[in-house]
């Protein structure tokens, strides 16, 4: 057993994953065997991930507010606190918050077994991102 009292420093999501603000606290990523990594995720109002790309697939569970998801050819749905999304392997999608409302989920994913946890696309088009 291992306990962890500290952890890295928050960090803003890149502009390149990401729109809008973003910070990202990893919570575990435990050494090898494990391929586990766990981050909180919090979403300013109308902010989210470009589309991406798992090779595991991902779990998201909320935490607090409302937000969108959208896999690649459905609709966006919104989801919000206790909710848990399962995204298959493999699956482009896209997460956030809704349009005037923060959004906190956690994130867990596994590593494939070159370290690779997600594999990134364009950002979500002013069209895909319901505003309403």
Known sequence: ???TRT???SQAGPAANFTGVVWLDEIAAPPPPSRLRMFNVRF???AHTAWHRHPHGQVLHV?????LVQ???GEAETIRAG???WIEPDEWHWHGAAPRTFMTHL???EAADDGTTTHWDAH???????VA
């Open 83 to 85: 909710d848990t999304i």
């Open 71 to 73: 896999r690649k050819g």
């Open 63 to 67: 935490l607090e507010g409302e937000g």
């Open 44 to 46: 300013a109002p109308g």
């Open 7 to 9: 952890r890295p420093e």
């Open 124 to 130: 979500v088009g002013a069209d895909e991102y319901p």
């Open 1 to 3: 057993m291992h306990i």
């Open 107 to 109: 994130a867990v994913v």
